[in-house]
């Protein structure tokens, strides 16, 4: 039983602590960049955004905006202290 229980837990990779799931994806991380001459290697996907892709620095507000009005998801922005008042929503489901 406890055999069987072990194969389960190593086959399955939700069982595995966060380490052994990421601790591979780091090392292949590190050689891509090495690779690439670039440890950012992956933020040039993202050019027009600033600074490393939208990694880093960029708010999600800023980003939102440079996305067409087709492609945006429904969305409201509330300012520190605004509260919602559920009522005023408009769902288009």
């Given at each position: ?6 194969f389960?837990?190593?086959?399955n ?35 027009r ?21 087709a ?6 922005f509330l ?10 929503l408009?769902?288009?489901?």
């Open positions: 039983m406890k055999v069987r229980r072990f389960i837990k190593l086959m990779y939700e069982y595995w602590p966060m380490w052994a799931f990421y601790l591979p994806l780091f090392f292949h991380f590190i050689y891509k960049g090495l690779k690439n001459r670039d440890l950012f290697f992956f933020t040039n996907v993202n050019r955004l600033d600074d490393y892709g939208g990694l880093f620095f960029d708010s999600k507000q800023v980003i939102d905006k440079k996305i067409p009005i492609y945006r998801a429904e969305h409201i300012k520190k202290g605004q509260s919602l008042n559920i009522e005023d408009k769902f288009s489901w």
